[in-house]
T-cell receptor, first 114, second 114 residues
Framework: DGGITQSPKYLFRKEGQNVTLSCEQNLNHDAMYWYRQDPGQGLRLIYY???????QKGDIAEGYSVSREKKESFPLTVTSAQKNPTAFYLC?????????????FGPGTRLTVT | AQSVTQLGSHVSVSEGALVLLRCNYS??????LFWYVQYPNQGLQLLLKYTSAATLVKGINGFEAEFKKSETSFHLTKPSAHMSDAAEYFCAVSEGSGYSTLTFGKGTMLLVSP
């Protein structure tokens, strides 16, 4: 079945450590996105990529980094510079068409930093 | 800049009652509008989308939404609530085509009582 895979489902890290969240899709979508979700805040865009080897900052990119070396993969690194990294992280992908491509979401990774 | 306001962080209904979740948007161009649903600790699933065709849009699970340009609204309705509808609902807006990013509202938690 086609879809988006995020791993792991739950992730625990100590403060000061970098951590990388995985996102893989087999939908053959060109665009991929990372969102952060906090209670009562909705989804906020961290980074997005429309094509391999290119990506743009979203609204809250500080303290995060990404890479897009393959069409299928868009890993997100939460660095030690991110002041409040504990959150639920969602990856999504979309394809272009007439009008905006709807975004398909992965199951999410819940990151807890103590 | 585009924005979305969802009125009411929580909405409670009885099983069998009408569901009405409110969404107002701000956009400098004709928008594309989306409703997503999220069950606990899961990703988002698309319920329906408006892309400038019919103003009344039907989605999955018996939900529908009506685009009203004069009111800048895109409210989500369902004639009869079911216990399985209990979830968080997000309205989102996009101003462009292709790979345009989505701006999400803060979400409305729908509670359904027997």
């Amino acid at each position: 079945d086609g879809g988006i895979t995020q791993s792991p489902k739950y992730l625990f890290r100590k403060e000061g450590q970098n951590v990388t969240l995985s996102c893989e899709q087999n939908l053959n979508h060109d665009a991929m996105y990372w969102y952060r979700q906090d209670p009562g805040q909705g989804l906020r865009l961290i980074y997005y990529s429309q094509i391999v080897n290119d990506f743009q900052k979203g609204d809250i990119a500080e303290g995060y980094s990404v890479s897009r070396e393959k069409k299928e993969s868009f890993p997100l690194t939460v660095t030690s510079a991110q002041k409040n990294p504990t959150a639920f992280y969602l990856c999504a992908s979309s394809t272009a068409g007439v009008g905006p491509g709807e975004q398909y979401f992965g199951p999410g990774t819940r990151l807890t930093v103590t | 800049a585009q924005s979305v306001t969802q009125l009411g962080s929580h909405v409670s209904v009885s099983e069998g009652a009408l569901v009405l979740l409110r969404c107002n948007y701000s956009s400098s161009v004709p928008p594309y509008l989306f409703w997503y649903v999220q069950y606990p600790n899961q990703g988002l699933q698309l319920l329906l989308k408006y892309t400038s065709a019919a103003t009344l849009v039907k989605g999955i699970n018996g939900f529908e939404a009506e685009f009203k340009k004069s009111e800048t609204s895109f409210h989500l309705t369902k004639p009869s609530a079911h216990m399985s509808d209990a979830a968080e609902y997000f309205c989102a807006v996009s101003e462009g085509s292709g790979y345009s990013t989505l701006t999400f509202g803060k979400g409305t938690m729908l509670l359904v009582s027997p």
